[in-house]
Every structure is written in C-alpha cells, then in structure tokens.
T-cell receptor
Framework: AQTVTQSQPEMSVQEAETVTLSCTYDTSESDYYLFWYKQPPSRQMILVIRQEAYKQQNATENRFSVNFQKAAKSFSLKISDSQLGDAAMYFCAYRTYPLNYGGSQGNLIFGKGTKLSVKP | NAGVTQTPKFQVLKTGQSMTLQCAQDMNHEYMSWYRQDPGMGLRLIHYSVGAGITDQGEVPNGYNVSRSTTEDFPLRLLSAAPSQTSVYFC???????????FGEGSRLTVL
C-alpha cells in the first residue's frame, strides 16, 4: 500500500525568507500524481501545486516550487519570499495515475501535515 | 460557481443520535469521496464513489454509511454517533482521469 510521510509536524519561517517542507512517499507504481495542499485557519483545502511523476521538470507556481526526486521518492515544497498569508497546514498527497479509473487506485492518500508559522 | 457544497458546517450531536452530512457538486464529477480530519492524523478516507450507484469503503468506514443515487449528491450518514466520530469532515470530488481533488468547506461535528 502507498504511504505518504511528512516528517516535520511544525515549521517556522521569517517573513520574506525561504522555507522547505519535506515529503516522502512509498509506492511500487511508476506513474502517479503528487500534490501539495494548503489549509489556512479557514479550513478550506487549497491546491498549491501538482506534479505528474512522468514529468522530469519540477513544477512551479509563482513563489511555490517543488523538488521532485523520483528515485528517492521525495517531493519537497519550497516557499520563497514567505508571506504572513502562507501560515497554514500543508499536506502532501499521492495518487496513482489513472491507468485503472475504478477502484481504490483513484483515491488520494495524505500525509499527516506540517503546520507552518510565519513570523513578521 | 458553487463547486462542492457541504451542509451543515457545524453540528453537535449526542451519543446515539443519527445524522446525515450532505454533499453536492455541480461540476459533473464522477468521483466523490468523504474524508475525516483529526489532529495529527491528516485526512483519512471514509468512503468513496466512482459513479452513481457505486460506492466503496476507504480506510476508516466503520460507523458511516453512504449512497450515490445521482452524480451530484453523495451524503454521509452516521447511524449511531459516537464521541470517536468527533472530527472535521470533508467532501471532495474530481473528474474522470484528472488528478486534482476539489474540496468542500468542511463540516465540524461534535459528538457529546
């Protein structure tokens, strides 16, 4: 079974600095999706960034980028120029590529989350 | 643009009571799911559905029941609430062969 591990329960960063959140996963599949979701105090789950495993290029969305190391099964999130609004829980998630749409392969598997605090 | 709508947003129950969390999506998504979120546990899958009339169990299905009579709706039923079911519940959906999961705003349930 696939698993997702976030080894940092809490992280802190100074405003305008850079922080990296770690995520590792375990799978025997070769094709899959990886995601980072942000959950601010409002409780809303917001997609930050996604990566398809077959793409070698690391995904980037404005100040958010990932370091995807497929062989190491590592998927870290880098937040540059941190802002107060970045303070939130961040969840890493995995999903098998839909070679078989039916069944449990389509489910998203989440890590336990990292709480990020941003200091002014 | 409603997306995924969950009701109610807050609910307090007494042990043994039953209730239904409603979930509706207007994106014509085939896949729908229910997660529960507990401190330090991340999001855990309760039940999911890949289309109308098809449901299956996730990681933590005990004490919950679901049905999928239409593409739009996927209610979650607690038959006899227990304090262990105190949690925040999220409904989510996605389209066929797409990766991104769209979430509702969550429902905070407290069982006394």
């Amino acid at each position: 079974a696939q698993t997702v591990t976030q080894s940092q329960p809490e992280m802190s960063v100074q405003e305008a600095e850079t922080v990296t959140l770690s995520c590792t996963y375990d799978t025997s599949e070769s094709d899959y999706y990886l995601f980072w979701y942000k959950q601010p105090p409002s409780r809303q789950m917001i997609l930050v960034i996604r990566q398809e495993a077959y793409k070698q290029q690391n995904a980037t969305e404005n100040r958010f980028s990932v370091n995807f190391q497929k062989a190491a099964k590592s998927f870290s999130l880098k937040i540059s120029d941190s802002q107060l609004g970045d303070a939130a829980m961040y969840f890493c998630a995995y999903r098998t590529y839909p070679l078989n749409y039916g069944g449990s392969q389509g489910n998203l598997i989440f890590g336990k989350g990292t709480k990020l605090s941003v200091k002014p | 643009n409603a997306g995924v709508t969950q009701t109610p947003k807050f609910q307090v129950l007494k042990t043994g009571q039953s209730m239904t969390l409603q979930c509706a999506q207007d994106m014509n998504h085939e896949y729908m799911s229910w997660y529960r979120q507990d401190p330090g546990m991340g999001l855990r899958l309760i039940h999911y559905s890949v289309g109308a009339g098809i449901t299956d169990q996730g990681e933590v299905p005990n004490g919950y029941n679901v049905s999928r009579s239409t593409t739009e709706d996927f209610p979650l039923r607690l038959l006899s609430a227990a304090p262990s079911q105190t949690s925040v519940y999220f409904c989510a959906s996605r389209g066929v062969n797409t990766g991104e999961l769209f979430f509702g705003e969550g429902s905070r349930l407290t069982v006394l």
